[in-house]
Nanobody, 115 residues
């Protein structure tokens, strides 16, 4: 069992920055692919950024060049640095851990970008 706890969300003006953190409990954190997903009001949850156990990263097109996902396996933590935020980045951001048949979700943290 893996528990994920997100932090770092909040209200920010367009053009600002936030850094989200996701602390994981449980064993073998380094074996998991970790991801950040977001869900805007009235929309489906979408993948924003993923980092594999080997450190490869993938981003949705709309955040490329603005967001950076990273992980610190010694701290069992994954981060999402978000720069040049836009109102359309508003939503609840969820941390996800994935390994083979196992998938875990955090409770989410709200990010609101005002124009």
């Amino acid at each position: 069992q893996v528990q994920l706890v997100e932090s770092g969300g909040g209200l920010v003006q367009a053009g600002g920055s936030l850094r989200l953190s996701c602390a994981a409990s449980g064993r073998d954190f380094s074996a998991f692919s970790m991801g950040w997903y977001r869900q805007a009001p009235g929309k489906q949850r979408e993948s924003v950024a993923i980092i594999t156990s080997g450190g490869d990263t993938y981003y949705v097109e709309s955040v490329k060049g603005r967001f950076t996902i990273s992980r610190d396996n010694a701290k069992n933590t994954v981060y999402l640095q978000m720069n040049s935020l836009k109102p359309e980045d508003t939503g609840v951001y969820y941390c996800n851990a994935h390994y083979v048949f196992y998938r875990y979700w955090g409770q989410g943290t709200q990010v609101t970008v005002s124009s």
